[in-house]
């Protein structure tokens, strides 16, 4: 990989991880190092208890210069002795190997060519993807092999593979999803700075949309008091109708540890008169408390409907899921809440009820 004016650390130790061909700087990516590596694997088995409904992942890239300040992935860095902050949106690994290296793995007879999931960590389309161009060698290991696969992503850079993409189709499925979650410019822009604008990430949907793909938009994560307004969501709706897309997923925010620290930092900075809100709300789970997701629900499914599109919860995204766990761990933070969501669903049936503020919380 040739760099413009790149430098080369040597600096093996900062980061700990196996592989380490070098660390590189450049001014075209300002304030962000790349740490290039020999990948020994690229395909990542889910565990069976996860919630996810596929077996195999593969990412390119670990870290993310979208800097979402909500992302679930931040906590992965710890793995490298890097921070979940800064550290996550500017020292990005680069599997340099990885297409190389997922053929391989693909070749072998005892692969199941099971539908493989990328985009469900970091961003494969992400700005370092410009440069290093290792998508498209994953895709077309993936199409050789007769893998069905999917792509979950943020960038924009997606529409220079869409040929390579339509063809792929033609041999095997293909699933395109957009992550759209902010149509507010000013918020977007503050909570993901290093992502396209909604603009031209709905632009790439439509592109998507006009060569067959029944592309899915995931409007989540739903940011509490931010972007969960009826207008706010109509918006959205009617922007994600208008770009030809043909399925929605939304969700409400999630605040695993990494993401936690980094996103209520963010509320105490932008919207200090939130932080007692959210620390309420996230008090005793990672998710928000039940009757909030049955609010969004009542709230959203309606206007999705008015805008002719076909959506999903993302708990109803994942068939597949082994729900033991998560009952488990959710039980007392949703029983807590069961009384205050009998009393509301008695008024959930209106328009005016469902436009009104989440008072519970």
Request: proline share 6%; aromatic share 8%; glycine share 4%.
């Amino acid at each position: 990989m040739r760099w413009s004016e790149q430098s080369t650390l040597d600096a093996p130790g900062v980061v700990s991880v196996k592989g380490l061909l070098r660390t590189v700087r450049t001014p075209e990516f300002a304030d962000m190092t790349f740490h290039e590596v020999l990948a020994k694997s690229a395909l990542n088995k889910v565990p069976p208890a996860s919630s996810m409904p596929f077996r195999w992942t593969v990412n390119p890239y670990r870290g993310c210069s979208h800097a979402c300040v909500y992302c679930f992935a931040r906590n992965t860095h710890r793995y490298l002795d890097l921070d979940t902050g800064a550290d996550f949106d500017r020292q990005v690994v680069v599997k340099v190997n990885v297409a190389e290296v997922l053929a391989a793995q693909l070749a072998k007879p005892k692969w199941g060519r099971e539908h493989v999931a990328l985009g469900t960590n970091t961003d494969p389309y992400q700005r370092a993807e410009g440069r290093y161009g290792l998508m498209p060698g994953i895709i077309t290991a993936l199409v050789e092999h007769r893998t069905p696969f999917s792509i979950l992503t943020k960038g924009t850079l997606l529409r220079r593979d869409l040929p390579l993409l339509a063809r792929a189709a033609q041999e095997v499925p293909v699933d395109l999803s957009m992550s759209i979650a902010i149509y507010d410019e000013a918020l977007q822009q503050a909570v993901e700075p290093g992502t396209p604008t909604t603009a031209a990430r709905l632009a790439t949907v439509r592109a998507a949309a006009d060569l067959g793909f029944r592309v899915t938009v995931f409007l989540m994560p739903v940011l509490p008091y931010l972007t969960d307004s009826v207008e706010h969501l109509e918006t959205a709706l009617d922007s994600i109708a208008r770009a030809g897309a043909a399925r929605v997923v939304y969700g409400a925010l999630h605040l695993r540890p990494g993401a936690r620290e980094w996103y209520l930092e963010w509320i105490d900075r932008e919207h200090p008169h939130l932080a007692p809100k959210y620390r309420e709300m996230y008090a005793r789970s990672a998710y928000a408390p039940n009757a909030y997701r049955q609010w969004l629900a009542r709230r959203i499914d309606p206007l999705v409907a008015e805008h002719g599109l076909n959506a999903r919860a993302d708990e109803e995204y994942n068939p597949t899921r082994s729900r033991s766990n998560q009952t488990r761990a959710r039980a007392q933070h949703d029983s807590e809440d069961a009384k205050a969501l009998e009393l509301r669903t008695q008024r959930a049936g209106s328009r005016e009820d469902r436009n009104a503020a989440p008072t519970l919380f």
